[in-house]
């Protein structure tokens, strides 16, 4: 009996390999805009100073991507707390601190406008059968180039 070739998914590549290919893919799109405010902005308040690297915007908006994917429903409060980080506050004990929404909402709105995402009944954000079909190409891609070094 021939082996039947399955689709791959997002699940079936790791993570760190996927959000690279999927941010660069943002940054190549038209659709997807960089915020004139992507330079100033610190991703959380437990953060002294914004992130230094050029595409931070594409990488997050690509990990806010996947995360929707794996996990239908999820909204702007659980991934504020996904991101988030403990704020140091030198001698005092740590506490935590959720991330900024603001980005948070604007990836999700552009992804939204790119028919990537779509509004759930009961609140939160779900993939659309387009976004599903771009991530699951990507991944795809991303698998098969692993596969063949």
């Not at 997807?32 to 100033?40: C, G, N, Q, S, V």
Request: charged share 30%.
């Amino acid at each position: 009996m021939a082996e039947e070739t399955r689709g791959i998914c997002v699940r079936d590549v790791p993570a760190q390999a996927f959000i690279a290919a999927y941010s660069e893919h943002l940054k190549n799109s038209d659709k997807f805009e960089l915020p004139i405010w992507a330079d100033l902005v610190k991703t959380t308040v437990a953060k002294e100073l914004a992130p230094y690297g050029d595409d931070w915007y594409y990488i997050r908006a690509a990990s806010i991507a996947r995360k929707v994917y794996l996990r239908p429903g999820v909204g702007v409060g659980q991934l504020r707390k996904w991101y988030g980080s403990n704020n140091r506050r030198g001698a005092r004990t740590e506490h935590f601190r959720k991330a900024n929404s603001g980005i948070i909402r604007s990836v999700l709105i552009q992804l939204e406008e790119m028919k990537v995402t779509e509004a759930c009944e009961g609140g939160g954000r779900r993939m659309s059968r387009v976004g599903q079909q771009d991530l699951d190409r990507i991944a795809g891609s991303v698998f098969y180039d692993a596969e063949d070094e």
